[in-house]
């Protein structure tokens, strides 16, 4: 039970993180020096933003949330209550990703593009993303791989999961074989998340 709260928290999670931080992320990169939305002051509001919320360890920020969550989805405890930190612990992390991403699409086939007359979005949807691809996938699989260990971290403030069964059982009750047992699920859960992310790399990669 505790490994399908685990991998619910984790699929609701890793979802609202790429659905926000994607967005970011190439607003981050279109708004940079030198891009198509050139903005200094919005990309150095956003980056300030983007880089406080990263620099907060995500323990410390869970904590700050609590009233936040509580607001939005009415309790603190269980799956419910660790998916909104999780969003933002996880999502400014995915957008920096993203935005590195995007800087390593050849600066010429924008320009191509833009000389065909591609409207900005469709150089965004039809050059930029589809680029991209291959560093895209390898950012939502260390973004999830990250947030499996926040999962974890999540059982100190009653998230449920098997991070909430190993501090009750494993670390409170001194259960030493829970504790053992919830981080060889932990190790399997990433070790099969990176293998299929490196395999729809390779799958998507042109080289």
Known sequence: MATIDTLIMLGLSALFTVIIGLPVGVLLFLTSKGQLLENRLFYATASFVVNILRSVPFIILMILLIPFTKLIVGTSLGIQGSIPPLVIGAAPFFARLVETSLREVDKGVIEAAQSMGATHWQI????????????????????????????????????????????????????????????????????????????????????
């Open 124 to 207: 965004i949807s039809r050059v930029l993303l589809p680029e991209s691809r291959p560093g895209l996938i390898a950012g939502i699989t260390i973004t999830t791989v990250a947030l499996v260990s926040y999962t974890a971290m999540s059982g100190v403030i009653g998230g449920g999961g098997l991070g909430d069964l190993a501090i009750r059982y494993g670390y409170q009750r001194f259960q030493t074989d829970v504790m053992l047992v919830t981080v060889a699920i932990l190790i399997v859960l990433v070790q099969i998340l990176q293998s299929i992310g490196d395999w729809l790399v390779l799958r998507f990669s042109r080289k």
